[in-house]
């Protein structure tokens, strides 16, 4: 029993000696938030370590410039420019044995964009509206309003019939049921906020007449009918023995006689005649279709 006890006690000291003689890395700074630039720092404390190099990481991916092959116990990585997109957690790597590593967490208020800024959807259907979010970190609460012409916002209340939201950290959506043109018109805006601020984007969503999608096609339909009309109509007054004289040409002779009774070129004469009324006719259509 006493050699067990002995062997605990060898054990637990070794593992103290290990913790206290653990390479330290000092960060300067720590963190930041919201600010435009900073140089990140990383000094490796014991002095005793050899370490093959050093890099930089961000968010778990090597930056590439940030490689060095010395055995310098310091390095830096500058940041020009923070946004959004350059936010997150960037660590500095000593490649020791074993290799050691420091966190520097870069942090910024969220950033809200709208999938779309321009939504429409019909009388008696549903919409859904999207807002994403990037950064570091993520918002941690989504919020929907409505703004109709100068009206106050209006907060949108999730799980009733009309309106359904669904959040993930870096997603939300607003689905709308049953499409009024009366009431849903308007403004919608996503808000997301971490412990940093607050971001917003607007939705601007149009309801249509559900008689809407017919007009191009009664449209259509209504050009088909006064060609059909005026064709007939021409056809009606045409005379037997005219004849296009480019539709000749095209046909392979210059001058044959197309009012005898027994003609042999008699169709000929007939489908000569019928294409240079519709050219005609063209010209007649085209009027009609602009001021349609």
């Given at each position: 029993?006493?050699?067990?006890?002995?062997?605990?006690?060898?054990?637990?000291?070794?593992?103290?000696?290990?913790?206290?003689?653990?390479?330290?890395i000092r960060t300067e700074p720590s963190e930041v938030t919201n600010q435009t630039s900073a140089v990140l720092s990383c000094n490796l404390?014991?002095?005793?370590?050899?370490?093959?190099?050093?890099?930089?990481?961000?968010?778990?991916?090597?930056?590439?410039?940030?490689?060095?092959?010395?055995?310098?116990?310091?390095?830096?990585?500058?940041?020009?420019?923070?946004?959004?997109?350059?936010?997150?957690?960037?660590?500095?790597?000593?490649?020791?044995?074993?290799?050691?590593?420091?966190?520097?967490?870069?942090?910024?208020?969220?950033?809200?964009?709208?999938?779309?800024?321009?939504?429409?959807?019909?009388?008696?259907?549903?919409?859904?509206?999207?807002?994403?979010?990037?950064?570091?970190?993520?918002?941690?609460?989504?919020?929907?309003?409505?703004?109709?012409?100068?009206?106050?916002?209006?907060?949108?209340?999730?799980?009733?019939?009309?309106?359904?939201?669904?959040?993930?950290?870096?997603?939300?959506?607003?689905?709308?049921?049953?499409?009024?043109?009366?009431?849903?018109?308007?403004?919608?805006?996503?808000?997301?906020?971490?412990?940093l601020g607050v971001a917003t984007d607007k939705i601007n969503l149009r309801v249509r007449s559900r008689l809407a999608a017919l007009w191009?096609?009664?449209?259509?339909?209504?050009?088909?009918?006064?060609?059909?009309?005026?064709?007939?109509?021409?056809?009606?007054?045409?005379?037997?023995?005219?004849?296009?004289?480019?539709?000749?040409?095209?046909?392979?002779?210059?001058?044959?006689?197309?009012?005898?009774?027994?003609?042999?070129?008699?169709?000929?004469?007939?489908?000569?005649?019928?294409?240079?009324?519709?050219?005609?006719l063209l010209g007649h259509f085209d009027i009609i279709r602009i001021s349609w």
């Amino acid at each position: 029993m006493k050699l067990l006890w002995a062997v605990t006690a060898l054990l637990l000291s070794c593992w103290r000696a290990d913790a206290s003689t653990a390479p330290n890395i000092r960060t300067e700074p720590s963190e930041v938030t919201n600010q435009t630039s900073a140089v990140l720092s990383c000094n490796l404390t014991d002095a005793t370590m050899f370490s093959k190099g050093s890099h930089w990481t961000f968010n778990g991916k090597i930056i590439d410039n940030s490689k060095k092959d010395d055995n310098m116990h310091h390095t830096t990585l500058k940041l020009e420019k923070i946004t959004h997109t350059t936010s997150g957690k960037y660590e500095c790597v000593f490649l020791t044995d074993p290799e050691v590593k420091q966190t520097i967490e870069v942090r910024t208020l969220p950033h809200v964009a709208a999938y779309k800024h321009s939504e429409h959807g019909n009388e008696n259907d549903k919409v859904v509206l999207v807002c994403v979010s990037h950064g570091y970190p993520l918002p941690t609460d989504w919020l929907w309003f409505k703004q109709k012409d100068e009206e106050p916002q209006v907060s949108i209340t999730n799980g009733t019939d009309k309106y359904e939201i669904k959040n993930t950290p870096n997603k939300t959506s607003l689905t709308i049921n049953n499409l009024s043109i009366e009431s849903d018109l308007g403004h919608y805006i996503c808000s997301g906020s971490n412990d940093l601020g607050v971001a917003t984007d607007k939705i601007n969503l149009r309801v249509r007449s559900r008689l809407a999608a017919l007009w191009p096609f009664l449209g259509i339909v209504a050009e088909v009918i006064i060609l059909v009309t005026i064709i007939f109509i021409y056809e009606k007054r045409r005379k037997p023995d005219e004849v296009n004289d480019a539709m000749k040409k095209m046909l392979g002779f210059q001058q044959f006689p197309c009012k005898y009774q027994h003609n042999p070129h008699k169709y000929l004469c007939q489908l000569a005649a019928i294409v240079g009324d519709f050219q005609n006719l063209l010209g007649h259509f085209d009027i009609i279709r602009i001021s349609w």
